[in-house]
C-alpha cells in the first residue's frame, strides 16, 4: 500500500499508506430552490466540492534517530508550502489528482522499543480542489486530413469535456467546421502555418497557440460558446470540414473518474 505526491514516494522510506476510503462522487452538493406554493425545492443542479483522501501511514525506523528523520522526510515532502502536487495511489491505478495536505500529522507510537522496532502511525489527509481524477495516459485521436470520424471514450466513470486541436493554413475569408458529438462549431481564419487552433473546453480556453505561447484568442471568431462533452462508453462524431487547407487535427477526450 503506497502513494506518491509530486517527487516524493511512500515506497522510497518503507513506509505502509493505506487507504481508508476509496469516494466515489465525492463532495458532491446538490444546488435547489424553493418553490413558494408547492410541494417539495426545484433542482438547479449539481456541484463538486472536491475530493478528500486519508491514508493510514505507518513508518518504522531501526533506532529512535531513523524513526525521527523519517518523520521529518515525510513533513518536508508533504509540506503544503508547495501548493498542489500530483497524487496518485495503487487503489486506482492509471489515475492522478491534484492534491495538497489538508490536515495535521499527528504521530503516534505503536511501539517503541529495540525488540519490536520503533514504529509511528497517523492519519495523512490530502484535499483534491477538483473532485476528478485524471489519466496518467490522456485519450486521444490523431489525423492528418479533415473527415468524419467516431470516437469512443474507454476511460473514466464522468462526463469530459474534451480540446480539439487543428493545423493547417486559412484566409480571413475562410473557416473551419468541426462536430464533436451534439456540438457543431465553425471557426473563421485567419490561421497561420506554423499555428494550433486549440479549442479547450475543459479549461474554456479558446485560442492560437505557437508552441507553449498563447498569441491570439478565437472566442470572438467561433459560431458558438456553447460546451462540448464526451460520456464514456458512448460513441460520439468527430467531424472537421474547411474551406481552406488543414494537416493535422487531433481530439482529446480530457477523461475524468469521481
Known sequence: MSFTFG??????LGLIATLRELPSVDGLQLET????????????????????????????????????????????ALDPARGEQRLTFDAAPGWQW?????????WQRVTWDAGAGYKLRADVTFDC????????????????????RTVRRALGNARSYPTV??????????????RVADLAVDVAGPLQSGQVLRLDWDKFDFGKW???????????????????????????AFNVATTGSVSRVALIANSRRQ
Open 98 to 106: 491534484a492534491g495538497i495536505l489538508s490536515a495535521s500529522i499527528r
Open 165 to 178: 486541436e487543428i493545423e493547417g493554413v486559412l484566409s480571413a475569408s475562410q473557416k473551419v467546421s468541426i
Open 33 to 76: 430552490l424553493e418553490a413558494v406554493g408547492t410541494d417539495g425545492r426545484v433542482l438547479g443542479g449539481t456541484t463538486r466540492s472536491g475530493s478528500r483522501f486519508t491514508f493510514d501511514v505507518i513508518l518504522e525506523g531501526r533506532t529512535p534517530e531513523e524513526a525521527a528523520s523519517k518523520r521529518e522526510s515525510v513533513a518536508l
Open 129 to 148: 480542489l477538483e473532485a476528478f481524477g485524471r489519466p496518467i495516459a490522456e485519450e486521444a485521436w490523431q489525423h492528418f486530413t479533415p473527415g468524419n
Open 210 to 236: 505557437v508552441g507553449p505561447v498563447k498569441v491570439a484568442s478565437v472566442v470572438r471568431a467561433m459560431s458558438t460558446l456553447d460546451r462540448a462533452e464526451l460520456w464514456p462508453g458512448e460513441s460520439a
Open 7 to 12: 517527487e516524493f514516494d511512500t515506497d522510497d
